[in-house]
């Protein structure tokens, strides 16, 4: 399979970090798109500098770049995920603002109908943002807020991160082992037979 992840400038670098890890273990061929603004929070809340997230996909382009294969519809991929989503960013895709790589790739994957995710962090959301967010949804794009499933008895923020990764991978059709899955990781009196080591 080949996965197109972008990465934003909102907080949350570690479900786009999470999610490169897990594609990179399946196999899965990325090509990573990163804003400027979300190389500050990676650098910021995952410690890690450009060279250190470029060696997690297999192919990283400039966003600027609008000659990169990921630009074109005859570029075929098996999806497009934004993890996480800026509101500018879901501003811009709603509205068909392909002012960037990213916007670009994910205005083709939607005028492609190809599957495109979205992680939108921001709280509290205004009407605003939800306006945009529901123009997209109509348009086939998935909202995948980040919220953690707390039913699933998570032991640590990594834990309830690979969910929310897991959740994602289910969403691409991709087999994976990261987290459990209700009602699979229950006993016979209902409560919780804990998380894959």
């Given at each position: 399979?080949?996965?197109?992840?972008?990465?934003?400038?909102?907080?949350?670098?570690?479900?786009?970090?999470?999610?490169?890890?897990?594609?990179?273990?399946?196999?899965?061929?990325?090509?990573?798109?990163?804003?400027?603004?979300?190389?500050?929070?990676?650098?910021?809340?995952a410690d890690l500098s450009f060279d250190d997230l470029r060696a997690l996909a297999s192919y990283t382009y400039d966003v600027d770049d609008l000659r990169a294969p990921v630009a074109?519809?005859?570029?075929?991929?098996?999806?497009?995920?934004?993890?996480?989503?800026?509101?500018?960013?879901?501003?811009?895709?709603?509205?068909?603002?392909?002012?960037?790589?990213?916007?670009?790739?994910?205005?083709?994957?939607?005028?492609?109908?190809?599957?495109?995710?979205?992680?939108?962090?921001?709280?509290?959301?205004?009407?605003?943002?939800?306006?945009?967010?529901?123009?997209?949804?109509?348009?086939?794009?998935?909202?995948?807020?980040?919220?953690?499933?707390?039913?699933?008895?998570?032991?640590?923020?990594?834990?309830?991160?690979?969910?929310?990764?897991?959740?994602?991978?289910?969403?691409?059709?991709?087999?994976?082992?990261?987290?459990?899955r209700w009602p699979e990781r229950l006993n016979a009196g209902g409560e919780s037979l804990g998380w894959p080591d």
């Open positions: 399979m080949r996965i197109v992840v972008a990465m934003t400038g909102a907080s949350g670098a570690v479900y786009g970090l999470t999610l490169l890890e897990e594609l990179r273990a399946l196999g899965v061929e990325t090509h990573l798109l990163v804003s400027r603004a979300a190389r500050f929070i990676v650098a910021e809340e074109s519809g005859s570029f075929p991929h098996d999806g497009m995920v934004v993890a996480p989503c800026s509101m500018r960013t879901c501003a811009a895709i709603a509205h068909g603002l392909a002012d960037n790589l990213i916007t670009r790739a994910a205005d083709v994957a939607i005028k492609e109908q190809r599957r495109l995710i979205l992680l939108p962090r921001e709280a509290p959301l205004s009407a605003l943002h939800l306006e945009n967010m529901l123009r997209l949804a109509r348009l086939g794009v998935i909202i995948f807020p980040p919220v953690p499933a707390f039913y699933l008895h998570p032991r640590s923020i990594t834990e309830m991160v690979r969910h929310t990764v897991a959740r994602i991978l289910d969403l691409l059709g991709l087999p994976h082992r990261i987290a459990p």
